[in-house]
């Protein structure tokens, strides 16, 4: 079993900036893809950006690219997700999940077979 861990989340401002990070433990070993999701109250999750488990390739959704970039630890499979100039709209809890079993895609939910917990992230006007 692979276990995530979400951690960073917080109350900002329209504007400002929160680093998220997810550690995972566990087994299988390895290094996994990995990606962040979210969800707003009253929507469906919705995929945020994934990076490949050698780091080479991330993919991001429209609407947070040129704002947020998600990276990883060289070591291990912990990843970030470094979000700036936050809008209200960015308002969801964010989720971190891993292709562990996986197909080698990105973006749909049905992909990731492990999940963490979830981090609020709240931005006020």
């Known amino acids: 079993q692979v276990q995530l861990a979400e951690s960073g989340g917080g109350l900002v401002q329209a504007g400002g900036s929160l680093r998220l990070s997810c550690a995972a433990s566990g087994r299988p070993g390895g290094k996994y893809a990995m990606a962040w999701f979210r969800q707003a109250p009253g929507k469906e999750r919705e995929f945020v950006a994934h990076?490949?488990?050698?780091?080479?390739?991330?993919y991001y959704t429209d609407s947070v690219k040129g704002r947020f970039t998600i990276s990883r630890a060289n070591v291990g499979n912990t990843v970030y997700l470094q979000m700036n100039s936050l809008k209200p709209e960015d308002t969801a809890v964010y989720y971190c999940a891993a292709i562990v079993h996986g197909p080698n895609a990105h973006g749909q939910s049905r992909y990731y077979d492990y999940w963490g917990q979830g981090t609020q992230v709240t931005v006020s006007s």
């Open positions: 990076i490949t488990w050698n780091g080479d390739n991330t």
